[in-house]
């Protein structure tokens, strides 16, 4: 099976192909960033969005989630499943969230691909 995840802005419309949407929207927002074109690509956005106890606790939920949903999905017969990761705008929080899980799963050794929808707009 393949896996993609895909990071969006819900401000752009939820992507049509995915297969599991979730939001990150509820994690702390890094205003100092919002006006800059900065995403994940730069380690402070990642470390400002992650030292919230909201992502914090929101990383091993989701990743149970996932670990949950991945065999049935697989024993469904689905080659390919899109997990869509959204936050507003889709340049800071749903990039650090979709990388962790792309991370995830390369760590399991699954096939995986990442797309980061909105991250220039």
């Given at each position: 099976?393949?896996?993609?995840?895909?990071?969006?802005?819900?401000?752009?419309?939820?992507?049509?192909e995915s297969d599991l949407v979730s939001m990150?929207?509820?994690?702390?927002?890094?205003f100092m960033w919002t006006s800059s074109k900065a995403t994940l690509l730069e380690a402070p956005v990642r470390d400002f969005v992650m030292k919230w106890p909201q992502a914090q606790g929101l990383v091993?939920?989701?990743?149970?989630l996932v670990?949950?949903?991945v065999p049935l999905y697989r024993n469904e017969g689905k080659s390919q499943l899109v997990i869509a990761?959204?936050?507003t705008g889709g340049r800071h929080r749903s990039v650090v969230f979709a990388e962790l899980l792309s991370?995830?799963?390369?760590?399991?050794?699954?096939r995986v691909s990442i797309q980061h929808r909105d991250i220039k707009k």
């Open positions: 099976m393949q896996i993609h995840c895909v990071s969006f802005g819900f401000k752009y419309g939820i992507p049509n990150c929207g509820a994690c702390q927002i890094p091993p939920k989701l990743m149970s670990d949950y949903l990761v959204g936050c991370e995830h799963f390369a760590q399991q050794g699954l």
